[in-house]
C-alpha cells in the first residue's frame, strides 16, 4: 500500500484505483466499476440511480439492502422496500414470487415497483448461496415484469468458490453489482459498484455527493487489488466452517450445516448465550435471531479446535480454561466478514 502509484482519484482519476477499478469490472463482467469505501455506499449509489420518489422496489427478506443499511434506501434513495418472503430455499425467491410482487401498473397515486435487489450470498439466511440458473431465472421474471436488477454481492466470492463458477456468472441478468473486499479477502476497506459505463459515470457524481470521493486512493485500491488475489483461499474458510458446524452439532447445538464461512447457532437464549461466548473469549453476533459465527483468513485449524473447546456442549457451561488460555484467535466476526 505505501509503494502504490497514486494521483487524485477526485480530480482525473487515481491510475491504481483505476487498475483495481478494471480488474473487477473484468471480473464481474461489466462495463466499468467504481470504488467506494463501503458496501453500504455501494449499494445505496446504485439504488439512488435507480430509484424515483414514488418508486418501490423488491428485496428476500432480511437482505442487508432492508436491514442493515439504517434504511437509506428509504431515506436517501427515495424507495419504498417490499421484503419478500423465501419462497426458494433460505435468502432465495422464486420467479414467481417476483411475479406476483411486481403486479401490474396502478393508478397514479400508487406505488411503481421498479428495482428487484437480490443478494448472493445471503449474508441473514447464514452464507446461502444462489445458483446461475436460479439467479438467472429470477432475474427474468423481473426484467419480464419491467424491473431492474442490482445485485448485492458482497459475498459474491464466497458464493463463486462454494459453486466452482467464475463471479462473472454470477452477474448474468443484473444491471449493477456491488462487491466487497473486505470480507473474507481481507482487504482493510473497500467496495465496488459495477454497471454499464453511464451508470458508473452518474455513479461517481452520486459517490461523490455522498462524501465518498477519495484523493490518493491507490494506497487503498493496492491493498484491494491484493485481496483479489485471495479468493480461490476462500475455499479454507468453507472447510473449517464445515468443522466448526459438525463440531457444534456433536456437542448438542443446533446448528444449520453451512454452505460458504457463515455458521448460525439456534438457541433458545440469544443474549444470554452471547454473553456466555464473550465470557469465553469467542467472538460472535446476533443474526437473524441467531448466534452468528463466521470463519477468515485470520483463522487457522487450531483457532476452530480452541474456540470447540472454550464453547463446549450446549447444556453445559462454556469452557474458560486451558483453550481460552491458549491465546488462539476463535470464530467471530472482525470487520464484519
Not at 431492474?148 to 463471479?167: E, K, N, S, T
Amino acid at each position: 500500500m505505501a509503494a502504490a502509484e497514486v494521483g487524485d482519484d477526485v480530480l482525473d482519476h487515481d491510475p491504481t484505483m483505476r487498475r483495481l477499478e478494471e480488474r473487477v469490472a473484468d471480473l464481474l463482467g461489466a462495463a466499468a466499476a467504481l470504488w467506494t469505501p463501503s458496501g453500504s455506499m455501494a449499494n445505496l449509489i446504485a439504488l439512488m440511480s435507480h430509484l424515483s420518489r414514488g418508486d418501490a422496489f423488491l428485496a428476500p427478506a432480511g437482505a442487508h439492502v432492508l436491514d442493515n443499511e439504517l434504511g437509506t434506501a428509504g431515506w436517501l434513495a427515495g424507495g419504498m422496500p417490499r421484503p419478500l418472503e423465501h419462497d426458494g430455499g433460505p435468502g432465495k425467491i422464486s420467479p414467481d414470487a417476483v411475479r406476483r410482487a411486481a403486479g401490474t401498473p396502478g393508478p397514479y397515486y400508487a406505488l411503481r415497483t421498479t428495482l428487484l435487489c437480490l443478494e448472493n450470498t445471503h449474508n441473514a439466511a447464514g452464507g446461502t448461496v444462489t445458483a446461475p440458473e436460479e439467479q438467472v431465472a429470477v432475474a427474468a421474471a423481473a426484467r419480464a415484469a419491467g424491473l431492474r436488477v442490482h445485485l448485492d454481492g458482497a459475498r459474491i466470492w464466497h458464493a463463486a468458490v462454494a459453486l466452482g463458477v467464475p463471479p462473472g456468472a454470477l452477474t448474468v441478468g443484473t444491471d449493477t453489482v456491488q462487491v466487497c473486499l473486505s470480507k473474507g479477502l481481507g482487504a482493510p476497506v473497500g467496495s465496488l459498484v459495477a454497471g454499464t459505463a453511464e451508470f458508473v459515470e452518474d455513479a461517481r457524481r452520486l459517490r461523490k455527493m455522498l462524501g465518498g470521493g477519495v484523493r490518493q486512493g491507490g494506497v487503498l485500491a493496492a491493498a484491494g487489488l491484493v485481496a483479489l488475489e485471495r479468493i480461490d483461499r476462500l475455499a479454507e474458510d468453507h472447510e473449517r466452517a464445515r468443522v466448526l458446524a459438525s463440531g457444534l452439532r456433536e456437542r448438542g447445538w443446533q446448528v444449520t450445516p453451512p454452505q460458504t464461512n457463515i455458521v448460525l447457532v439456534a438457541v433458545a437464549d440469544l443474549e444470554g448465550t452471547l454473553r456466555r461466548f464473550t465470557a469465553a473469549r469467542v467472538a460472535a453476533a446476533p443474526m437473524a435471531g441467531k448466534v452468528r459465527l463466521t470463519t477468515h483468513a485470520d483463522l487457522g485449524d487450531a483457532d476452530i479446535a480452541a474456540a470447540l473447546e472454550r464453547i463446549g456442549a450446549a447444556d453445559g457451561g462454556l469452557r474458560t480454561g486451558a483453550g481460552a488460555a491458549s491465546g488462539h484467535r476463535a470464530p467471530g466476526r472482525p470487520a464484519g466478514r
